[in-house]
């Protein structure tokens, strides 16, 4: 048997007659660059995330500068994020000339400590670096981070508060969904998040008509009322009309395909509890399960089992940001964010996609369970 880890061909294969014709329809009337399938995508993405206003961009990293390019985030400004994550939480913070301050997670949802963020915010106050500007808060694996306690340290601060998403899309939170959940969100449609385009895409969600405004102007060298009249510095990082196509094909059967992530995750989580740390999942909470991760002291044993079966798992992550050697110039150490640290020596993540089948799961739990020791968690 050989299960993939993230499985876009039988995707493909569900969908391919609405993705031709959607691709097709961009064939046709060629307007590659901000064609009619951008703002149509725009709209069902901001209705989907329940704000106003939806910006499609090239990648879920430039929707990130985006927003704190719109903030006017630069030297001077403290942003404090997880180590735990993706680069490119803190990397866009670095390359505006502004400091990241990584703050610890907390054990059980691998989120941003709020406690851990009351703590490093106070002790910025005195930082010789610069004055605290904004968070970026992280969704990982899909499920949301604690934003009640988050804004409430945040405000008492004056600090924005950014959703980083990426992971996320299609999660939700008392009711309210991903995206939706700080100040501003952001995320991907990198092919293997849980939305992906056939390429790279991103988007940036808020409710603030002058921020879409401005998200709008940089995404484009910072136009202003034509292309060629220039009010600020901007980029190029708008979204491709042929990956807004796709992500309209893909978005028509998301909800469908969030529904079998979910029902994959309850059947890893009934068979492997006991065995291995499995995914909590606050009271209210529905993650979109980007990742489907577990704990185990035995990793490396466990993963070695799983291959030999022909199961594919992976590390997400395991290196924390701190610890890079792109952030040395911070000066961390081992043991500076031991739940962080820890997490990243003991996490593994098994295959997760919509269309894996409840006998390819059931093989995963039993190898695993043949392996695993019982509670060894
Ligand atoms: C994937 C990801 C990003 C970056 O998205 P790209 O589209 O690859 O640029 C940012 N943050 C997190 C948490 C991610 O997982």
Redesign the pocket.
């Known amino acids: 048997m050989k299960i993939p880890f993230v499985d876009l061909k039988a995707q493909f294969a569900s969908i391919e007659r609405d993705v031709r014709a959607r691709i097709d329809g961009v064939l046709a009337h060629g307007q590659f660059i901000m064609g009619p399938e951008v703002a149509e995508l725009e709209r069902a993405l901001a209705d989907f995330a329940g704000v106003a206003h939806a910006v499609g961009c090239a990648?879920?990293?430039?929707?990130?500068l985006l927003v704190l390019m719109a903030h006017d985030v630069g030297p001077g400004d403290l942003v404090f994020t997880t180590p735990f994550?993706?680069m490119?939480?803190a990397e866009v913070v670095s390359l505006l000339g502004a400091t990241p301050v990584f703050v610890d997670i907390d054990p059980r949802t691998f989120n941003l400590d709020p406690e851990a963020l009351a703590a490093a915010v106070g002790a910025a106050l005195s930082d010789a670096r610069g004055r605290p500007k904004a968070v970026i808060a992280?969704?990982?694996f899909g499920l949301p981070a604690d934003y009640e306690r988050i804004l409430a340290i945040a405000e008492a601060h004056d600090l924005l508060v950014v959703e980083?998403a990426?992971?996320s899309f299609g999660a939700e939170s008392h009711g309210r969904p991903a995206g939706s959940l700080a100040h501003i969100g952001?995320t991907?449609?990198?092919p293997a998040?849980p939305l992906g385009a056939y390429g790279?895409?991103?988007a940036v969600f808020t409710d603030d008509e002058e921020i879409a405004a401005r998200l709008d102007s940089i995404r484009v060298h910072g136009k202003g009322k034509e292309k060629y009249d220039n009010v600020r510095i901007g980029l190029n990082a708008r979204i491709d009309t042929i990956q807004a196509a796709i992500l309209l094909a893909k978005l028509a059967v998301f909800p469908r395909e969030l529904e079998a992530r979910r029902r994959l995750a309850d059947r890893y989580t009934r068979g492997l509890e006991g065995r291995v740390g499995t995914p909590w999942v606050p009271e209210g909470q529905r993650s979109a399960w980007?990742q489907y991760s577990v704990l185990s002291d035995d990793r490396d044993a466990l993963r070695g089992a799983l291959q030999a079966q022909g199961i594919p798992t992976a590390i997400y992550y395991p290196k924390p940001l701190h610890l890079q050697t792109a952030y040395a110039g911070l000066g961390h150490r081992p043991g500076d964010l031991p739940v962080s640290e820890a997490a990243a020596a003991r996490i593994f993540s098994l295959p997760m996609h919509a269309y894996l089948t409840e006998e390819q799961s059931d093989e995963i739990v039993r190898a695993l369970r043949e392996t695993a020791e019982p509670s060894a968690t």
């Open positions: 990648s879920g990293t430039d929707a990130l994550t993706f490119a939480s992280v969704d990982l980083d990426a992971q952001t991907s449609f990198f998040k790279d895409a991103g980007a």
